[in-house]
């Protein structure tokens, strides 16, 4: 066979192509039948790299392992253009969490979080993950909510050889392993992430709730009120107590699988397990502010205690069947992550105008539950697939409580009049159902090139159901006596004090549809795609998508009235372009360019009239029937150049036009400071991303160099965005109950978007020693000030400064006893930077919320079976 390798002087040929093909290949082609294969430039470029016609990052399960993120949040912060928030979401390109979508092996996902359709990916374990792509230009074949990227999760596949690995670490925190810490008691089983029952709602309450009745005087009798509030447990979930020494964090990871020839096919599965448990103390202080003047002055100001508990349990079961050109994959995944917090908070509060102490105790707890089955089908050059998934996230938090003391002559009092408690229970389910078909046909022009034609369809319908419920205990009949104002939690809300002489139980859910609501989202979709070589090294994928889509929001009334009237459903159809042209101009050089349009459609949360208090901020948040979807227009250019094996350089930029994009504002209610949203008449993010790779031989002949490879990998993002205001602009705010109002006065032209940091920059620097089968890493990351909510009406918005943070990863594998280990050590946060959201105007400055995050450590051990 003989073959024709394009080289630089070839691709010379190739540019000349596009002007003029047939001159430029009469000129130069070889002979008839001398040619039997044509070897494209690009030896150097990876598999996945030449096989997606898309802008996009591959996170490998090297890159998990080098790494040694424990979650697929934390992992994608090492991703260019990519930063976290709170923890668990994740911002494309300086984009909000609504405008990245999370795919697991290509299937849709629910999310538990009440704020949020978008799934937390902190959810996920890096143990399961076989590696994530990261798409920044959008393609036909993936859902239309696409605006910052898509992050497509790949779990681990079904091994080829039968192996067991079990591994275990432990680790701590400066600022609370074996420091003191708040607690409290709840249930014997706390320490599983699982409620032994202590916390399930009281059968009487169930009861109401059953008969849609409202728990107040009206409704109830004195005795039977005072059997409900007794049946409420008290002591092991009011009292917060002091711990002198917390828990180390440990995690337990079991994995395991094989594969089987059955002659006529193979089957395999794979099964992961792992637990983790682990303590977060923080310490700092709350401060709101208000403007005088030129400055911005602390008015409440509050010093903060909290201590939380975050316990994990996950699980993954998958197998295959693959027989001649075909292949089935049934893959279940659960995960159940409870956050167990005690908090504490004193100071001067100015809305209160006195001094005061507020005590909570809280439990999270979520889970998701996704199983999918996928299958491919090879017939010559036509390829077939499909895949069916259903998913389930839950969170539930029941017996959420708090409870106000104020100070009084140096005593700590609480009257149940002026100083208030509150016991909430809420749940929230959201569930998937998706499907899709893919159909592909590779139709060859030319011994070397080949267009590949695609079309497909897909459903997704999501439903939620929200609800939540708030009790307290009032002194309706007579005010309660001194000392027992003075009294500690369970003590204040025992037995002996709850009569109608002294404490009586009353429901203060939110009537009319405020307290509970049905989403719903059904979106079907179609396609069609053409990936194709058009001349030689110049391929341009160029499809189309549709979809039609219905979002309804309904306010459901709790207690057997008339739901509420809710706004007519989002009823909207799209067409969605998109095409990407690649030009492998040299060798291992490849130029992209790309335009799409895309879509966003609001969160059920922020559709929502339901009022929800964030425990993170202690914000309260309303959401908005009136907004409507954000339209997007993208442009994409990224140049790469693959210098070498795994080694890289690229650089490219990015513009996107948002017409009525998300925005938060606030929207004062009497005394009620609460967030909710608008759409904002336009905006644009515009920025660009450099990006290198390289990797050293060894660069001395001493013996601890002569084995060692080095490697140093680095990003960086500039992005720029800005909200356009022109006069005469109108927004619907929840204020206006439909009705429009100037733009003006909720959002300023010029407006950053929030979440959107200038700059954000990655560093990792580091070695292997194959010898010494040893790797360590230093990983920094670097993300510049951004808006995390918008400030009250003249004052500035409240900032986050994420700073730098630097981490370091050791792995070493060793033998003994015959057996191969693997060791690690894991150390985070080592320059201690703080978490800090504030305000500024002029000299003044405010702290919204700040405190240590500290530094972590932790070791692992592993091995193989």
Known sequence: MKRLHLSLAAALLATSALI????????????????????????????????????????????????GDATAAVALTRVSAVSLVSGRFVYVRGLGERYSSALLNGSPLPSPEPLQRVVPLDLFPSNILAGTVVQKTYSASYPGEFGGGVIDLQTVAIPVQRFLSVGASIGGNTETTLQSGLVYYGSDTDWTGYDDGTRKVPGLVR????????????????????????????????????????DVDYSIDVSGGDSYDLGWGSLGYIAVV???????????????????????????????????????????????LDWGQNQLKWTTLYVHNTTKKARSRAGNDEAAGASVRDDYTEWFERSLLNSQLTGKHEFGQLEVDWRAAYAKSTRDAPYEKGIRYRLVNGVYLHNASQEQNYTRFSEVEDKVLSGGVDVKYTLPLSEAREAVFSAGVART???????????????????????????????????????????????????????AYAGNLEVNAAYVQVDAEVIPLVRAAVGVRYEDATQSVQPLDLFGGANPAAPAPLENAYWLPAATVTWNFAEDMQLRVGASKTLARPQFRELAPQQYLDPDSDRLFIGNPYLVDTELTNFDARFEWYFDNGQFFTIGAFYKDMEKPVESVVNESGSAVQQTYINAPKARLYGAEIEVKK???????????????????????????????DAGDVVYPLAGGGASRPAT?????????????????????????????SQATILVTYVSDRISARGRPGQPDLEQSPGTMVDFTYNKEFTAWERDFSFGFKARNLLGEEFEEFQQLGSGRVDNLRYDLGRSFSVSLSTKF
């Open 274 to 320: 792992g637990f983790d448990n682990s303590w977060r103390t923080r310490e700092g202080v709350q401060q709101e502010g208000l403007v005088q003047g030129s400055d911005i002055e602390v008015r409440t100001d509050y010093d903060f205690t909290s201590t939380q508990n975050d316990v994990t349990l996950n699980g993954l079961l998958g197998a295959g």
């Open 461 to 515: 319908d999501n439903d939620r159901h929200a609800e939540s419920r708030e009790f307290r205990f009032l002194a309706l009949n007579s005010a309660l006596p001194v000392e027992v104002q003075g009294e500690r939690p369970d003590y204040l809300l025992s037995d002996y004090n709850i009569g109608p002489d002294r404490l009586v139980i009353r429901e203060t859910t939110g009537a009319e549809g405020a307290a």
């Open 207 to 246: 009861q109401a709730f059953a008969n849609k009745q409202r728990i107040n005087e009206a409704n109830f009798s004195d005795y039977e009120l005072q059997l409900i509030g007794r049946s409420f447990v008290n002591a092991p979930l009011n009292l917060l107590q002091k711990e002198d020494k917390i």
């Open 695 to 725: 990797v050293f031989e060894p660069i001395g002949e001493a013996a601890w160099l002569a084995s060692k490879r080095w490697l140093i990998q680095a990003n960086y993002t500039y992005a720029n965005s800005e909200v356009q205001v």
């Open 745 to 773: 006065d909720y959002v300023d032209d010029g407006d950053k978007l929030q979440g959107q940091s200038d700059h954000t920059a990655n560093l990792q620097f580091g070695f292997e020693d194959a010898e010494a089968r």
């Open 20 to 67: 003029a093909p047939q001159a430029a290949f009469a000129q130069d082609a070889p002979a008839e039948g001398e040619v039997d294969e044509l070897v494209v430039l690009g030896r150097f470029i990876p598999d996945v790299m030449r096989e997606t016609s898309e802008v996009a990052t591959v996170l490998t399960a090297e890159d998990l392992q080098r790494s």
